[in-house]
């Protein structure tokens, strides 16, 4: 019985650790190697864990949201059409072979798809917004009662937009009484998008990381076996085509279908082995994680670029609190506005920091943070039957991607703060920034 019961416990072990290990995460599902292009996958309520109920005698009364767009068409037509240039070239040439061939007329058939649309929402965006709102409306009714005001606001650009038509359109069907505003305005840029707050040296910050991310790929990503499939002539292909290139291409076309209804005939992974399409993943992962996170490679600075986002959060729910007033605050954006929001947040582990680039795959995967339609939800909770709301009493907890997930400081019980703590918590941060806007 012994030997029966230590063989169970060792089995547990080896499913808990393959559930844990990223290699096995990405080839078992490819999907998840498309990094920030990963379509958001929980579709249904099956893949979303369950909540933990309210505290006794506390009901939730609003909800301060920042949400991405939902999958999308490739935002640099470059991409598309670069690997087709490529191979062009080798047909031209003579040296293209009919598997080269066979990719040829695939891009082809996605570069003529994607015309005009570059960076547009694709349809299963719409989608995932839709399913989004309506988990939203049923998770917590008491926020969506009546008529409940409803304010969502976008950046100006038209994915965003239209990921916020989406989910206020859905939470319209379920209750036509609510009282829904919508905007998008360069007047809410400053904290609704990076690029235009406070942090002017942002952008400079990120292509000072750019070597270490272009000498990763140069070090480790080795196209050789990619290539041969295509052509006639290795020797002619190292030296007339841009193998690295044609590689990383052909792979962000290949994570981007997901997003797509139309293209589930055309599977771009097959021409992948695991290692490459782990390596990839790996290495893209490394991209978002020293351009956007807590990473020591960009000062540890990238989290505070959206200080301004989580002032307003802050000023929105305070004001909430004091009307009493029930409803939600609902903001929609971009990845590069979430990931370092969840990383001044210090949502569960997105904080992570490390120096050691080769081993951040092992604690930090991009595609459980920033999938497309990511999001990040703050419930806010008052005693049954208040109106006038007093902050000590008000809890909060934070649904990440729909997961209940650990802030700073200690719980009241399971995932509920007390937002009174939280909120000295984050503003002794914030007060804590030193003037980035002057070199």
């Given at each position: ?5 230590l ?7 080896c ?5 844990t ?23 249904t ?5 369950d909540?933990?109920?309210?505290p ?13 767009h ?11 059409e ?28 996605v ?9 547009d ?11 989004i709102a ?7 009714p ?24 989406n989910e ?21 840029m ?23 991310s ?10 050789e ?82 200080r ?14 004091a ?16 990931l ?6 210090e ?9 050691d ?30 109106v ?8 909060v907890?934070v ?11 200690t719980?009241v ?7 009174s ?16 806007s002057?070199?």
């Amino acid at each position: 019985m012994k030997h029966i019961t230590l063989f169970i416990i060792a089995i547990a072990a080896c499913l808990a650790l393959n559930a844990t290990n990223p290699r096995k995460q990405v080839i078992s599902n490819f999907d998840r190697s498309a990094s920030n292009h990963y379509a958001y996958p929980y579709g249904t309520d099956v893949d979303v864990p369950d909540l933990t109920a309210a505290p006794a005698g506390y009901e939730p009364f609003h909800i301060d949201h920042y949400g991405r767009h939902g999958s999308r068409w490739l935002t640099n037509g470059k991409v598309y059409e670069g690997p087709i240039k490529q191979l062009n070239k080798a047909k031209e040439a003579g040296m293209l072979n009919l598997q080269g061939d066979l990719l040829l007329r695939q891009l082809t058939r996605v570069n003529e798809a994607s015309r005009e649309r570059v960076g547009d929402l694709s349809d299963e965006g719409a989608v995932q917004h839709q399913i989004i709102a309506e988990r939203m409306y049923r998770n917590f009714p008491e926020v969506f009662s009546g008529d409940a005001r409803v304010d969502a606001r976008s950046t100006v650009i038209i994915r965003c937009i239209l990921s916020m038509q989406n989910e206020t359109m859905r939470l319209r069907s379920l209750n036509p009484a609510l009282r829904i505003t919508t905007d998008a305005s360069y007047h809410d840029m400053y904290y609704m998008g990076w690029g235009y707050g406070e942090d002017t040296l942002a952008n400079d910050l990120r292509k000072s990381v750019d070597p270490i991310s272009n000498g990763m790929y140069d070090k480790y990503l080795h196209p050789e076996r990619f290539i041969a499939q295509f052509v006639n002539d290795t020797v002619w292909a190292a030296q007339n085509l841009d193998a690295k290139q044609l590689m990383r291409d052909v792979f962000d076309i290949a994570g981007s279908l997901q997003g797509h209804d139309s293209f589930e005939n055309i599977n771009l992974y097959h021409y992948f082995n695991n290692s490459e399409i782990f390596e990839l993943w790996r290495l893209k992962n490394i991209y978002w994680y020293i351009h956007w996170a807590n990473a020591p490679q960009n000062g540890n600075r990238m989290p505070f670029i959206e200080r301004a986002l989580l002032r307003d959060m802050i000023e929105k729910s305070d004001a909430a609190i004091a009307t009493g007033e029930h409803g939600a605050n609902l903001r929609f954006g971009h990845e590069t506005c979430v990931l370092p929001l969840a990383c001044l947040l210090e949502i569960d582990n997105v904080n992570y920091s490390c120096d050691d680039l080769n081993t951040l795959h092992e604690n930090w995967q991009d595609y459980n943070i920033i999938p497309k339609a990511c999001n990040i939800q703050m419930v806010f909770y008052r005693p049954v039957g208040t109106v006038g709301n007093k902050a000590e009493d008000v809890l909060v907890k934070v649904l990440f991607n729909e997961h209940e997930a650990t802030l700073p400081g200690t719980p009241v019980t399971g995932p509920y703060y007390r937002w009174s703590d939280l909120k000295q918590y984050y503003e002794k941060k914030l007060s804590t920034v030193i003037d980035w806007s002057v070199k």
